[in-house]
């Protein structure tokens, strides 16, 4: 039986990721402080007066910007702080929700963003939602089997962390996770409903340690399955504690 063998979260949309031992979800809603945020760039439709989702091209993100994904996060949920490290940069410690402190935030990741691209200027947040992908509220679910078969399909050893997952399972045989389209899969105290596949984009072939285009994920999907999806989009029909170890069952 499959079980869970990371889990991850994301504070700032494409700017960082964090391994955790266990989370709790919430029906409903995306995992916690999971893309809380997200940088907008100057031609960002964003709303700040009527805060609400909109699509990801509305925020800097690593299809553009791929040395982006060489940031790793850490999220203090006590004091509201994020401390963010790129090989490239120093360390920074900063509350995304105060307005000094985002504009250090800005001025620490603006040299990783090409200068003929399009610029950080501001974090954005919505209310009761993480800035996922999906224009509902979704945690995602990858196995270790199906980035095994990329990685044997490259040639090359991959980090998981190229994929930005939320729940990783292992012991589910490679792509089983896309035959659970439409049932529901229950991990450890939590219910979720595997609703469609994740499409992948260009942010999946950068290095995460690196931030440096090295390997085509794209193209190997194509190639070895004829379609360019890694993972499922879930949505949380129950609530309930997330750990490492606990089973997955599809029920």
Not at 116 to 127: E, F, I, S
Not at 136 to 145: E, F, L, N, R
Not at 214 to 238: C, P, S
Request: charged letters at 25%; aromatic letters at 8%; proline letters at 7%.
């Amino acid at each position: 039986m499959p079980s869970v063998a990371a889990l991850w979260r994301h504070p700032i949309k494409s700017h960082g990721r964090e391994a955790l031992d266990e989370v709790t979800l919430f029906e409903g809603q995306t995992m916690p402080w999971d893309r809380t945020w997200a940088v907008t760039h100057e031609a960002s439709k964003f709303d700040a007066s009527n805060p609400t989702w909109v699509m990801c091209r509305n925020f800097m993100i690593g299809v553009s910007t791929p040395a982006l994904a060489g940031i790793w996060a850490s999220f203090d949920e006590a004091t509201g702080t994020i401390t963010l490290r790129h090989a490239d940069l120093e360390e920074i410690n900063f509350n995304p929700d105060d307005p000094t402190d985002a504009d250090r935030f800005i001025a620490w990741v603006r040299p990783l963003c090409p200068p003929d691209k399009r610029q950080p200027v501001g974090l954005a947040k919505a209310p009761m939602r993480g800035m996922t992908d999906s224009n509902y509220p979704t945690v995602s679910i990858m196995t270790q089997a199906s980035h095994n078969a990329v990685a044997q399909k490259l040639g090359r050893p991959l980090e998981i962390e190229r994929w930005r997952g939320n729940i990783w399972l292992d012991g589910a045989g490679p792509w089983e996770e896309l035959e659970w389209l439409g049932k529901d899969v229950q991990i450890g105290g939590a219910m979720l409903h595997i609703v469609e596949p994740i499409e992948r984009c260009k942010h999946t072939m950068a290095n995460p340690r690196t931030g440096k285009r090295d390997a085509d994920t794209l193209a190997a999907l194509r190639d070895g399955w004829n379609h360019q999806y890694f993972g499922v989009y879930a949505k949380v029909i129950k609530g309930g504690k997330v750990a490492l170890n606990d089973t997955a069952k599809v029920v």
